[in-house]
């Protein structure tokens, strides 16, 4: 009788301990995040950006790895930089009590706010010109910025996948700033005067290019 019930007890323990491991892998395999991946997506002072690259050679998946993470950081900055010009413009509207939405830079400037079919040129359709020019001057400033995280993983076809994680640091912002305000994709005027009504010093633009940046964080958050 002994025999019976310990038999019973061990087929119940075996068929609970099946039933678990089948619940378990019924969730299949957790996802992590690669960790360059991971570090691009902390919070942290500077902007950074992760990318990927396969080949069979290592030195190509590197470079891969590393033009799609600069690319991406400049698009990230760039985007940064037109939502801070934006919120200065709305800002400046409001205060001015300016009724248009004029906007140009000054080099587009030609003592008229008017494009060829006599229409308002809008500060909205100029930032996305500018956003454009701001990505390329970005991406040139961070060719030989050095990763702050790589990885190597050799894949079972013998090709080699490459990890990257790039920062901006704060002597390329710096730098950034000074080649776009050269080139005046920072000052605009907004009324159409022919004057630069926003026309950031250094210091605004590092603090203001901050705060952009949470705005920025905090929707890429919600879109993970």
Sequence with gaps: MTKHVFSAALIAALLATHICVAQTNSRGVKREKEECEALALQAATNPRASGTGISNSESIAFNLAKLQARNELAAQVAAE??????????????????????????????????????????????????????????????????????????????????????????????QAYKELKEDHLIEVDVDGDGKDDIDLSEKEFLIELAKAREEYNAKKAQEI
């Design 81 to 174: 930089i037109t939502s801070l010009l934006q919120h200065r413009i709305e800002q400046y509207q409001q205060t001015a009590g300016a009724g248009t939405n004029f906007g140009v830079n000054k080099d587009d400037y030609r003592g008229s706010v008017t494009g060829s079919n006599d229409q308002p040129r809008t500060a909205s359709g100029l930032l996305q010109k500018d956003e454009m020019e701001i990505m390329q001057q970005v991406s040139q400033i961070l060719t030989n910025t050095r990763p702050i995280c790589q990885n190597i993983y050799d894949l079972p076809n013998g090709s080699v996948q490459v990890y990257v994680c790039l920062e901006m640091d704060l002597q390329a912002q710096r």
